[in-house]
């Protein structure tokens, strides 16, 4: 429209009118969700229902909601009428105002983190004899505080730190032996580095210990399933945490890979999880979501999260992606995991282009140079818009 000579006051006007969205609400009632769908169709949208929803045949249906932001506007005035359907109201203007978060500010203890503005990297230091991709390369002490500082000179902007292999298969270890691995670590890295340590670990022992040694961000697999005690710890510390999506344990996570809805389980799954940290007491900005990519999921499983990660926004949070070296590119590629770094690029990449704010990754070095295309290009197109459109 700027192009066109558009007035920028008509751009206003007009701009809601070009954004598209298809919400999916589930479990209405036959009778709400045809309410739903005439209210919709009055706007110039439409409601998809699952035909038993219509002769009230099925006790509940889901829906999805078809409509222009303007119409979605305009269809919460409608339900606000309604005294029975006000907290679906709440919910779909809730959701419109998830979907448009695109800037965060992570406060952590000694720095802010600015999330949207370009992408940041998280590098990976992996203090096992037994990840999937480094597991013994820095398994010693000083080889792991070079490798840590290393990755700060080449871009990272968080260094997460992890004593247990959560690979496929990989069964726990005990708390002492996770603490004597990670702990001597992250106290010499956080005195010779100037970027916030994350600690990747599911135990709230683990992690308490870990941030009184200097580790300022939470990295747990399990989304607070596996330890309900780690969710008191990171509210009093007043640490932030990332909540990633899990099917089972990384003992058993890949048996049942199965989904009746891939998006909608993992979308109800990171919602409890946030649920239990924001009702534990952790500020809710202080809250990351990571889908959890090769966690209990098929290879096109995996696809269709990085194709469509843009889904994870109704949520509201900031977005963490990991598929650095995952088994997924080796799959495709028929490639060993030190012959991955191309497709794990590609694959960042794209994910970046989908909404992720955070980039999880092993190459550190490699990985900045790509995301600073994949930055200026997503970027590119509001580089010529009006001040007064901004």
């Known amino acids: 429209m700027v192009n066109v000579g558009v007035d920028p006051t008509g751009i206003k006007l007009m701009r809601d009118k070009t954004i598209h969205y298809n919400l999916k609400i589930e479990g209405l009632s036959p009778r709400i969700a045809n309410l739903l769908k005439q209210d919709m169709l009055s706007l110039g949208g439409d409601v998809a229902l699952d ?17 222009t932001r303007k119409q979605f506007e ?27 978060k695109t800037h965060f500010i992570l406060q952590c203890r000694k720095k802010t983190l600015k999330l949207g503005e370009r992408t940041l990297l998280m590098g990976i230091l992996n203090i096992t004899p037994d990840s999937f991709s480094d597991g013994g390369l820095y398994f010693d002490r000083e080889k792991a505080i070079d490798k840590g500082i290393k990755m700060v000179e080449e871009g990272a902007d968080i260094i997460d730190i992890g004593g247990e292999s959560t690979r496929p298969g990989a069964k726990p270890i005990p708390v002492d032996e996770e603490l004597r ?18 600690i ?67 979308l109800k799954y990171l919602k409890e999880s946030i649920s239990k940290a924001e009702d534990a007491g952790v500020d809710p900005e202080k809250i990351i979501i990571d889908p959890g990519i090769g966690f209990g999921k098929r290879v096109e ?22 598929t650095s070296r ?25 994910g970046v282009l989908n909404g992720a704010h955070i980039i999880r990754c092993h190459d550190v070095a490699q990985t900045k140079k790509a995301l600073a295309i994949v930055d200026a290009i997503k970027m590119a197109e509001y580089q010529n818009l009006p001040s007064s459109l901004n």
């Open 181 to 198: 691995r990670v702990i001597p670590v992250i106290e010499k890295l956080a005195t010779k580095i100037d970027i916030p340590i994350s």
């Open 301 to 322: 499983d995996n696809l269709l999260i990085i194709k469509n990660l843009s889904e994870f926004r109704v949520l509201g949070k900031p977005i963490l992606l990991g």
């Open 200 to 266: 990747d670990t599911y135990k709230s022992q683990v992690a308490k210990k870990a941030i009184e040694a200097g580790a300022e961000i939470v990295n747990d697999i399990s989304g607070l399933n596996f330890d309900p005690e780690l969710s008191k710890v990171v509210s009093e510390e007043r640490t932030p945490i990332i909540l990633m999506h899990i099917r089972g344990t990384p003992e058993n996570m890949q048996k049942d890979v199965n989904y009746r809805s891939l998006f909608s389980e993992i």
């Open 74 to 100: 305009k269809l919460i005035l409608k339900l606000d009428q309604y005294p029975n359907l006000q907290d679906l109201s709440q919910s779909l203007k809730e959701t419109l105002k998830n979907i448009l």
């Open 326 to 350: 995952k088994s997924f590119i080796g799959k495709i590629l028929n490639t060993e995991v030190d012959q991955r770094l191309e497709g794990s690029l590609v694959s960042m990449a794209i």
């Open 51 to 67: 035909r038993r929803g219509f002769d009230c045949s099925a006790t509940t249906t889901d829906a999805i909601i078809i409509g």
